[in-house]
């Protein structure tokens, strides 16, 4: 299901977590070649994504929010 990111966190290792409208939390790592998020590398590049939505698959499984 598709939800937009509302705002952002990071985590106990320093990784950027997207807080979705639903409740729940997803990574959004830069990790090349793996993952290409460049705009999580800055707050102007987290900034121009609230709003994006991401494919939340804990709403997919009717998970609680985090």
Known sequence: ??????????DEEGHWVAELACGH??????NPPLEE?????????????LGHQL???????NAPPD
């Open 25 to 30: 939390y997803q990574h959004v790592r830069h």
């Open 1 to 10: 299901m598709q939800q937009p990111i509302t705002g952002y966190h990071t």
């Open 37 to 49: 998020r460049t705009w999580v590398t800055t707050a102007a590049g987290r900034d121009s994504m």
């Open 55 to 61: 494919n939340c698959k804990k709403c997919d499984e």
